[in-house]
């Protein structure tokens, strides 16, 4: 049988109340589609690979091959992966509050895929690409073929194309980032779904919320460092407390997750 989990009875009633809902996501919510995340320990991509080789600019400069290879091989296995019952308990819950966002530091395209409307995505998306040099960006059917460094090229100036994520040591793309934090001061309900937020600006983020008003409420196995600060923590996988969150509150949509 499985453990009912226990939402408490204040935390419904402040959602259902609520008018402005927004979601900030992290690697966590699509670790259940096998999607690894960046920071557990053993699983966590970064535990493998050194951020540094891989998702920097001068990583790019000094071995574009290898840097464009490691995002393909991710960009191949979000592909294979599908949203899982966290992402689709954000989606039906779009339809059950008056107004909400996704703010997502995933570049996995899993929200849209559940279903998500107003999705903003801080640290772009695997998929899309722009040349490294013009900056322009550059579909991957009309890139032209790899030279000898082995990344196609920009069909306009010839520069190498790159994926349209942030990298370390880049500024996150300057509309997602005021529309996260219009989103964030007027939201009545923060949910900070599987995050470690130790990124900057995006850990910020649910900060400007706190500030304005805003209840936090984090949806992690383990404390975040936002954890201090937020008013509830549902402890354990957001595949799970989501829907758990969204029938508590909205018994009419139970129907969703049958
Ligand atoms: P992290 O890998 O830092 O954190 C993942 C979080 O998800 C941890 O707090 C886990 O406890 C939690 N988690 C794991 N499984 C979960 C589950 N089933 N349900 C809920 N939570 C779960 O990933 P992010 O915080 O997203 O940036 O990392 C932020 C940024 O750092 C990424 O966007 C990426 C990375 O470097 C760039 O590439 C620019």
Not at 59 to 88: C, I, T
Not at 194 to 212: D, F, H
Request: net charge neutral; charged share 20%.
């Amino acid at each position: 049988m499985r453990e009912t989990l226990q939402i408490p009875e204040s935390l419904v009633r402040l959602l259902r109340a609520a008018h402005t809902v927004v979601a900030f996501t992290g690697a966590g919510i699509s670790a259940e589609s096998g999607v690894p995340t960046f920071r557990d320990a053993q699983t966590g991509l970064w535990a493998r690979y050194d951020p540094r080789d891989l998702a920097t600019p001068q990583a790019f400069m000094r071995n574009p091959k290898l840097v464009w290879d490691w995002y393909e091989w991710r960009r191949s296995l979000v592909e294979q992966a599908q949203p899982n019952p966290g992402h689709r308990a954000l989606a039906v819950m779009e339809g059950l509050v008056p107004e909400m966002a996704v703010v997502t530091q995933n570049v996995d395209g899993l929200h849209q895929r559940a279903g998500s409307q107003r999705v903003i995505e801080l640290h772009g998306r695997l998929g899309r690409y722009r040349c490294f040099d013009c900056g322009r960006p550059v579909r991957r059917e009309e890139a032209a073929p790899p030279g000898p460094e082995g990344v196609p090229r920009c069909p306009h100036c010839g520069g190498l194309i790159r994926p349209d994520v942030v990298w370390f040591n880049e500024p996150l793309p300057q509309d997602a980032l005021e529309q996260a934090s219009a989103w964030m001061r007027k939201a009545d309900v923060v949910l900070i779904v599987g995050t470690s937020a130790q990124v900057w600006p995006a850990a910020g983020l649910p900060l400007e919320a706190k500030r304005a008003g805003a209840v936090l409420v984090e949806v992690n196995p383990q404390p975040s460092q936002l954890a201090p600060v937020v008013d509830f923590a549902l402890r354990g996988p957001a595949g799970q407390w989501l829907p758990a969150l969204v029938t508590a509150t909205w018994p009419e949509a139970a129907s969703a997750f049958a």
